[in-house]
Nanobody, 125 residues
């Protein structure tokens, strides 16, 4: 049974930092791209960042470049996203995802087969 279990998140003031983590069970971690998406109330789920399953390649949504950093620890089957200089518009539920996404489709939700339960991140102004 494949599971993605998220932790972290919470409430922070604008300009602050948070880290979200996602631990994967099963055999999926080493052979899948790991990604973070987010969904704000009333909005569609959107891509935030991903770490490809090989080559150490990462991609980011333009609005988080330079503020968010995704990293993966294959020995721990865990992917992290460090978020700094947080803004109120970063407020959302953050979802971890795993799948065989590649450079042509990493930002589509349909590229990912497995999803976590979500972690709330709230940034107050």
């Amino acid at each position: 049974q494949v599971q993605l279990v998220e932790s972290g998140g919470g409430l922070v003031q604008a300009g602050g930092s948070l880290r979200v983590s996602c631990r994967a069970s099963g055999q999926i971690f080493s052979s899948n791209t790991m990604a973070w998406f987010r969904q704000a109330p009333g909005k569609e789920r959107e891509f935030v960042a991903c770490a490809m399953w090989t080559g150490g390649i990462t991609y980011y949504k333009d609005s988080v470049k330079g503020r968010f950093t995704i990293s993966r620890d294959d020995a721990k089957n865990t992917v992290y996203m460090q978020m700094t200089s947080l803004k109120p518009e970063d407020t959302a539920v953050y979802y971890c995802a795993a799948g065989r996404a590649d450079s042509s489709n990493f930002d589509y939700t349909r590229s990912y087969n497995y999803w976590g339960q979500g972690a709330q991140v709230t940034v107050s102004s």
